[in-house]
């Protein structure tokens, strides 16, 4: 059975006079890992946080779980987790007080919150930092207290934006393997990255968002078949009409050397 997580239709949002999405339209359905790429400012935040409910001055149709967001009831929420791209974390909590707290918001009684939060953060190769505080973490331990806290309640959907900033190349591979399990048992995934080659080989389907509109949506493989170029960063490149990276590199050495 295929079921519709996600459905957006003709969605239309503007900051002051600025055009940002203009008619994005798509379905996703349960078990997709959707790769929700475009150029930086593309829109692709802006999406995430509508379908969060922390935007919601837009125009357009947003159904999540076949309920529309727009009608007030915020239970759709339980069942989202989101990793910002830049989150506020509370500094002075320890990873365990952080992680007991987020459990306990989303409905976990503190003992099964404590036991998933100290189990995933040793799975994740972090367990030895649990009870020191968060402003002692580097980059990569705070990125790992994120995804864990995304998904103690064991969400249904999932919004990484840029999830594996920071994180090592084995804890990278872990976390894609997290990703393709999730996926497998049912959980939809949406992955927001600029890193081209774990998108390519990580996402079911690839969503481009280009100057407020939607300008490539499929499979890898039908986004190469549809392309002269062959790497999603060729692709990516060509769909944005973008070429000029070596003579932009040059003119910008050459005015770093000006002195
Ligand atoms: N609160 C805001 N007020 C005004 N403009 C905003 C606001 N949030 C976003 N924008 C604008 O909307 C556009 C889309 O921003 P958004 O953060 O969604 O892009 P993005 O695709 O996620 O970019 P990036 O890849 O750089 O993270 C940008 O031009 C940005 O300046």
């Not at 500094?91 to 100290?118: M, Q, R, S």
């Not at 505080?133 to 103690?152: C, F, V």
């Amino acid at each position: 059975m295929t079921e519709e997580i996600v459905t957006i239709n003709n969605l239309q949002k503007r900051y002051g006079g600025k055009t940002v999405l203009n008619g994005v339209s798509f379905t996703v359905k349960r078990g997709e890992i959707i790769g929700y790429i475009g150029p930086n400012g593309a829109g692709k935040s802006t999406t995430v946080k509508i379908m969060l409910g922390i935007e919601d001055d837009f125009s357009g149709e947003v159904t999540i779980f076949g309920q529309d967001i727009s009608d007030g009831d915020m239970e759709y929420k339980r069942k989202i987790g989101y990793v910002p791209e830049i989150a506020e974390v509370y500094d002075n909590l320890t990873g365990h007080e952080y992680l007991t707290f987020i459990g306990e918001l989303y409905g976990l009684d503190f003992e099964l919150a404590d036991y998933k939060a100290k189990s995933l953060m040793e799975l994740f190769g972090v367990g030895e930092v649990y009870y020191s505080r968060i402003a002692s973490y580097s980059k990569g331990m705070r990125q790992k207290l994120l995804i864990i806290s995304s998904l103690l309640h064991n969400p249904e959907l999932l919004f990484f934006d840029e999830p594996i900033n920071g994180l090592d190349a084995n804890s990278v591979m872990i976390f894609k393997e997290i990703m393709t399990q999730l996926a497998a048992q049912g959980k939809t995934i949406f992955y927001s990255s600029h890193i081209m080659d774990v998108v390519e080989k990580i996402s079911s389907r690839i969503i481009l968002l280009h100057e407020g509109k939607i300008a490539a949506d499929g499979t890898f493989n039908q986004l190469k078949a549809q392309n002269t170029e062959g790497s999603l960063e060729q692709i990516f490149n060509q769909l944005t009409g973008f070429s000029e990276h070596k003579e932009l590199g040059a003119r910008f050495v050459s005015i770093v050397g000006e002195m």
